[in-house]
């Protein structure tokens, strides 16, 4: 059974500009979580989709949005980059049901300059 | 405030010995607890406790919950230089949290 996959791997963009990824989550996993990591602040959760709505939702500013699709694909836009986004952008799927299993694509390393 | 942290924030230990970390909670609507182990890349899944007191192992490495007393504990035993890592415990509940883990080094 194929992994997360996520796209781009790299992407430098600069400040003021916006930026979407993408994660294909594992055939049959209809959550999508994503996550920002960052040496300082480690892993922070973003949101959570499940059967294309939003599920669950951390504590960040609005300019960071996303969407799920009907084959559970799921998109992240950020608006308006900053230089403090700069991080790695991890997805992860799972089957959504209690517990919450989740496994871990290989992320998208975001540099704002 | 819910909260997940991780102790100790480091570790270095010789091949062979034994090591537990610790992961305490604070979380509302508790779910579950999940041990992740991050090399140079994305966290990979180790388990997922949901009940107290049943011990989840594989190989050298096992893990217990305590939804009493709030924690977990992840043990490795004969560790090897393999399993230098970052440790990460993770919690859901109303949403997920992540500790900011425990990075292990093994020296030969």
């Known amino acids: 059974k194929a992994g997360v996959t996520q796209t781009p791997r790299y992407l430098i963009k600069t400040r003021g500009q916006q930026v979407t990824l993408s994660c294909s989550p594992i055939s049959g996993h209809r959550s999508v979580s994503w996550y920002q990591q960052t040496p300082g602040q480690g892993l922070q959760f973003l949101f959570e989709?499940?059967?294309?709505?939003?599920?669950n939702k951390g504590n960040f500013p609005g300019r960071f949005s996303g969407r799920q699709f009907s084959n559970s694909r799921s998109e992240m836009n950020v608006s308006t980059l900053e230089l403090g986004d700069s991080a790695l952008y991890l997805c992860?799927?799972?089957?959504?049901?209690?517990?919450?299993?989740?496994?871990f694509g290989p992320g998208t390393r975001l540099t704002v300059t | 405030e819910d909260k997940v942290v991780q102790s100790p924030l480091s570790l270095v230990v010789h091949e062979g010995d034994t090591v537990t970390l610790n992961c305490s909670y604070e979380?509302?609507?508790?779910?579950?607890l999940l041990w992740y182990k991050q090399e140079k890349k994305a966290p990979t899944f180790l388990f997922m406790l949901?009940?107290?007191?049943i011990e989840k192992k594989s190989g050298r490495l096992s893990s217990i919950l305590d939804k009493k007393e709030l924690f977990s504990i992840l043990n490795i035993t004969a560790t090897q230089t393999g399993d230098s890592a970052v440790y990460l415990c993770?919690?859901?509940?109303?949403?997920?949290?992540f500790g900011t883990g425990t990075s292990l080094t093994v020296i030969p």
């Open positions: 989709y499940f059967s294309e709505t939003q599920r």
């Open positions: 979380v509302t609507n508790f779910r579950s």
């Open positions: 949901t009940s107290s007191g």
């Open positions: 992860a799927s799972s089957l959504g049901v209690e517990g919450y299993e989740q496994y």
């Open positions: 993770a919690l859901t509940g109303n949403q997920f949290y």
